[in-house]
């Protein structure tokens, strides 16, 4: 788990959640105990040389919650804090994104438990050469399809990419998605999520009746990492101000507005924040309570809290993170009014690009990036347009509108496959 605070864990968020829909949705106990427990936990470990000649052994994960509505697929996260609690409760999230978006497919994570900042390249390479070998049955175009999560990139993929190829002979690029343009990745699927972000926000702010068009509106981005950063440059193309950013290394805040492309560029070369000027310092927790009017938290699981919800000003929360809210705030968010747009509809832009990325792997024909962005939108529309009816049918918060359209859906789907 991301903080040490005494907090719900990112499974117990899940479960509580997932228990509350089942409640509205009067859910049959049995597609609640499908849904509460994964299909298969692997768990690998990874002997690994060192570049000092010492061998380290790493703990990777694989879980893959639910295949009821296809191939299992889901990210691959590299992080010192990577457990199974978070694997679980990230490959259980995978399950009601791919759903919400209807796409045809179930849910997994993976994960290998280090700090990328204190290895090097070739170490990396060999751990998820390594980590590709062990799960090497479990992944496959049909079976199971990992992708980039957090600190995993085009890089990692194309590792696991030729790995693959080499174990099983011959050339599988619909295996895994995220991967270089050159080897067969999607055009348009960097910012993928960042543009999922963007346009379920405008979403949001139509239906509150906000018009970026005829007023200010203000935004803070918390994370710029590939999600943050994109959806803060997309956000402010689309007339919003973004006012505040923020990474690992602090806060950076300008009342006027921060320089997006600026700010992007300066990352590039920099790759991080640390250092930038074109705001004043602030920390991240004064960038999560600023009074603003959006509030996308696009870095990690569990930065809003019991203990930082009630100072929390946004009137929209964006969920570009996995989980950014941990479930004992959701009564006090709720109470305050604030409409949030949940992670698992507000980053389906990643994972939706991701199909199209493996559509056209199979096809082996490739769209502009135009093309499909075009096909994505509708998809993310929808889904939200989805959300949205739920949460007013059901006079309900739209996260566990969310999880109501995701587990009608999958139980469905459970319910249509027979007995078991
Ligand atoms: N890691 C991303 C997510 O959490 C993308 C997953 C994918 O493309 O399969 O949604």
Not at 231 to 252: C, F, N, P, R, S
Not at 270 to 278: F, H
Not at 368 to 373: H, K, Q
Request: aromatic share 8%.
């Amino acid at each position: 788990m991301a903080n040490t605070s005494q907090k719900l864990s990112p499974f117990a968020s899940f479960m509580a959640r997932l228990t509350k829909a089942a409640e509205v949705l009067k859910l049959e106990q049995r597609y609640l105990d499908i849904l509460s427990n994964p299909e298969k936990i692997n768990i690998v470990s990874l002997p690994v040389k060192m570049d000092d000649g010492s061998v380290k052994v790493f703990e990777g994960y694989r879980v893959i919650h639910s295949t009821v509505m296809g191939p299992s697929k889901g990210g691959i996260r590299y992080a010192d804090f990577v457990d199974l609690d978070e694997v679980k409760a990230l490959a259980a999230w995978m399950t009601l994104k791919c759903a919400v978006v209807g796409l045809p497919y179930g849910g997994a994570k993976g994960g290998i438990t280090l700090n990328p900042k204190k290895m090097s390249e070739g170490e990396l390479e060999r751990v998820t050469r390594a980590y590709t070998r062990s799960l090497k049955d479990i992944f496959g175009v049909d079976t199971d399809i990992p992708a980039p999560d957090m600190n995993t990139s085009g890089r990692e993929m194309a590792w696991i990419a030729h790995e693959y190829a080499r174990l099983k002979g011959g050339n599988f690029p619909g295996v895994i998605t995220g991967k270089p343009l050159d080897l067969g990745g999607s055009k348009g699927r960097a910012q993928a999520t960042g543009f999922g972000v963007m346009l379920t926000c405008m979403h949001a702010l139509k239906k509150l009746g906000i018009d970026p068009k005829k007023q200010t509106v203000t935004c803070a981005v918390h994370g710029f990492g590939n999600v943050g950063s994109w959806a803060a440059k997309l956000m402010e193309e689309q007339g919003l101000k973004i006012v505040a950013i923020g990474d690992h290394t602090g806060g950076y805040y300008n009342e006027n507005g921060l320089n997006i492309a600026e700010a992007f560029d300066y990352v590039t070369a920099n790759k991080s924040l640390e250092g930038y000027k074109g705001g004043k310092s602030i920390s991240n927790g004064e960038l999560l309570t600023l009074n603003v009017d959006v509030l996308s938290p696009s870095a990690i699981e569990n930065c809003i809290t019991l203990e930082n919800a009630k100072d929390i000003k946004a009137k929209i929360i964006v969920e570009g993170a996995n989980g950014p809210v941990a479930a004992e705030a959701d009564a006090v968010l709720n109470e305050k009014g604030i409409f949030i747009v949940p992670d698992v509809l507000a980053n389906a832009g990643g994972v939706t690009v991701s199909y199209l990325e493996w559509c056209q792997n199979r096809f082996g024909y490739y769209y502009s990036e135009e093309e499909v962005l075009k096909m994505a939108e509708p998809m993310l529309s929808n889904a939200f347009e989805r959300v949205y009816d739920a949460h007013k049918k059901h006079n309900t918060p739209m996260r566990i509108a969310a999880y109501i359209v995701a587990v009608e859906r999958v139980s469905k789907g459970i319910q249509m496959q027979g007995e078991y």
